[in-house]
């Protein structure tokens, strides 16, 4: 039977994931970008927040790795990092639509 103990690093890490995941600014923002890319200017419209503010979020989800950023030009564009996490958020979303 495989040891399940997460090893201490793996579980400071994935308790980081779920921290960055306890906002609910980075919640709103992460569920924007479940269809795909959206530019910045864009965000800061849907949400309704400073672009300052909104910049700030996603500077804490690029650091964790739950977004990508791209410039073109002026614009910068930001997506979902990968799979895992759009996988990880319906889930949570999931659960907590379901009661």
Request: aromatic share 4%; hydrophobic share 40%.
């Amino acid at each position: 039977m495989p040891d399940k103990f997460i090893p201490p690093d793996t579980a400071s890490r994935l308790a980081s994931l779920f921290e960055a995941l306890s906002d609910p600014t980075r919640v709103r923002i992460i569920g924007a970008l479940m269809d795909g890319e959206v530019g910045v200017g864009e965000l800061v419209a849907r949400l309704g927040l400073t672009k300052s503010a909104v910049s700030h979020q996603l500077r804490g989800l690029r650091d964790k790795r739950i977004i990508r950023a791209r410039k073109r030009g002026r614009n910068v564009f930001v997506s979902l990092d990968d799979d895992h996490i759009v996988e990880l958020f319906q889930r949570g979303l999931d659960h907590v639509r379901h009661g």
